[in-house]
């Protein structure tokens, strides 16, 4: 992918932070390769990168780093 289907801007090779979260169960994917717009930060996640998340969220229970994250409900 070359442009943003978005804004149309130029899409390079990156890195970023990712939230994932399936069936209930949440991870934070650090240093994740992916396809992102420079001009206005959308993230595209390949099959690999997909694939990859998958991985980790079956294991997340067992890493060997947690965090509290505090749940906020908006009614």
Do not use: W
Not at 8 to 24: F, H, L, Q
């Amino acid at each position: 992918m070359n442009t943003c289907y978005f804004c149309k801007g130029p899409v390079e090779p990156g890195r970023i932070d990712y939230m994932a979260s399936r069936a209930g169960r949440y991870a934070l994917v650090k240093d994740l390769r992916v396809e992102l717009c420079r001009q206005c930060g959308e993230a595209y996640l390949d099959d690999e990168a997909s694939r990859q998340i998958d991985g980790l969220l079956a294991t997340a229970a067992s890493s060997g780093e947690h965090v509290d994250v505090p749940v906020v409900y908006c009614h």
